[in-house]
């Protein structure tokens, strides 16, 4: 992965496009979870690409180019999702939407992740930072191991045991939702 970052940076528009095909569907999911627009998800995804090749010449090799792709993509969704609340109440859209017009899917997605939230805030304080700079942050084993001043193997324990503590303690969706992510 290190050679396709150093690729990237040198402007080789390879490296764009191998980062765009191992990474685009789980952008794709991670921005439609939050705009569920096919059309808006698409347009997202794109523009995450694009900001990754604007600033190729910016990136960190140290730093983790997974972080940093979802890093780009959270704020380009939470841009969308603020530039689409500014346009809904322009036009007072909220008179015209019931709250009854939810989706079963979107409610259970927050039931599955208000789960999540409470097992997650039952770890040990240390697993619990490791486990939400690893999956809320996006960061990497190394910058995490950096960030608390511990071994890469420590993270990788806390995750291990992390993780094994959440699948013992959550129904069997909310663990899939948190592997993916």
């Known amino acids: 992965m290190t050679n396709l970052v150093e690729a990237l940076k040198k402007g080789d528009d390879w490296a764009l496009e191998a980062l765009f095909e191992s990474y685009h569907i789980k952008v794709y999911n991670f921005c439609y979870s939050y705009l569920k627009s096919r059309e808006e998800t698409e347009e997202l995804v794109q523009d995450v690409f694009v900001k990754l090749w604007s ?24 841009n969308r999702l603020r530039d689409n ?62 960030e608390m001043n511990i071994s890469v193997n420590t993270v990788e324990g806390q995750m291990r045991k992390a993780i094994k503590y959440l699948h013992e303690n959550l129904d069997c969706a909310v663990v899939l939702i948190l592997l993916i992510f």
């Open 55 to 78: 600033y190729r010449g910016q990136i960190d090799s140290e730093l983790s180019i997974n972080g940093l792709i979802f890093k780009i993509a959270k704020n380009l969704t939470l």
């Open 85 to 146: 609340q500014n346009l809904r109440s322009e036009i007072n859209i909220e008179d015209i939407i019931s709250p009854t017009n939810c989706t079963e899917e979107a409610i259970m997605f927050r039931e599955l992740e208000q789960q999540l939230m409470k097992v997650v805030e039952t770890l040990p304080p240390k697993r619990k930072q490791v486990f939400k700079l690893s999956r809320f942050s996006g960061l990497s084993n190394k910058e995490i191991s950096k």
